[in-house]
């Protein structure tokens, strides 16, 4: 009965499971979990106490703490899968990976904890045993979630005037008026309007591609050109609602405070969440019937 047994970390571990390897405890579903657990409330820690403090916690839990439901749905998703990944042994790589993500963690570095996240799901994805392992899940899952966090947001603060310019002229074209870069003159003659970088579709595009990639890791469907359409269609819908809102701010001004302020935000933001999942959902579904 003892030659059935191997001590490892001062733990008996079962033959059956020799190759499985411990750290500080640890197995390797643990540790992926930790890894990824650590960086989130590292990144999201800070911008939830912010929120708490200016606006209450009421208003903050409606807002879901002015992170998306959607990137909320992702890190609990992921975190899932990195639970349910294959356990195995630990190689000094993956250590290194766990040490750099605590270190991150202990220091004030909140600021590269998104591109931190990336690099870690990334290794994860190059490491994973299969495309539909649970740990390629949760690579590709953390991966897209660092989009919105950060990646789009450093994409927007290079190429800003181009995709405001975008929102602008969608806006002109709908108004029947006049734009210049990201200004559109008012029906009627009222004035002009100036769209900002808050008001920029490119935030809600970047969630509507997370949605995607959430639900096609949650059905193990592979990227076929027909689900990414549906992708697409998603991109362009929540476009699409975010320019109707601007154009509503045009057409009545003396309401800018309700469609521009907490409550149309809210409700934009709602509809927008509750529009791409339903398309992501029956686009992927739909998809996984296709030949194509």
């Not at 806006?171 to 002009?192: D, L």
């Amino acid at each position: 009965m003892v030659d059935n047994f191997r001590v490892i970390d001062g733990i008996p571990v079962p033959a059956a499971d020799r190759d499985i390897t411990l750290v500080l405890g640890l197995s390797r579903p643990q540790m992926l979990t930790l890894i990824f657990a650590l960086l989130s409330s590292n990144a999201l820690l800070s911008k939830i106490a912010t929120g708490i403090a200016r606006d209450g916690w009421i208003y903050s839990l409606i807002n879901t703490f002015e992170v998306s439901a959607i990137v909320w749905g992702g890190l609990m998703l992921g975190i899932r899968y990195a639970w349910r990944v294959e356990p195995g042994p630990i190689s000094p790589l993956d250590k290194v990976v766990a040490g750099a993500a605590v270190l991150v963690c202990l220091l004030p570095l909140s600021p590269i904890t998104w591109p931190l996240m990336s690099i870690v799901a990334l290794y994860f994805l190059a490491t994973a045993p299969s495309s539909l392992s649970a740990q390629s899940h949760a690579g590709w899952i953390f991966l897209a979630v660092t989009v919105p966090m950060f990646w789009s947001k450093q994409l927007f603060s290079v190429f800003s005037n181009f995709f405001l310019a975008i929102d602008a002229s969608l806006v002109a074209s709908i108004t029947g008026t006049e734009r210049s870069s990201n200004i559109v003159a008012m029906p009627g003659g009222e004035g002009y309007l100036q769209i900002a970088a808050p008001c920029s579709s490119m935030a809600n595009v970047s969630l509507a591609l997370l949605c995607w990639v959430l639900f096609t890791q949650l059905n193990n469907s592979r990227w076929r050109p027909r689900n990414m359409m549906w992708c697409a269609f998603a991109c362009l819908s929540v476009m699409t609602i975010n320019v109707f809102r601007i154009t509503l701010i045009g057409y009545f001004p003396q309401h800018f405070d309700l469609l521009h302020g907490p409550i149309g935000t809210s409700v934009v933001s709602w509809i927008c969440l509750i529009v791409v999942v339903l398309v992501c959902n029956y686009g992927v579904r739909n998809g996984r019937s296709s030949a194509l």
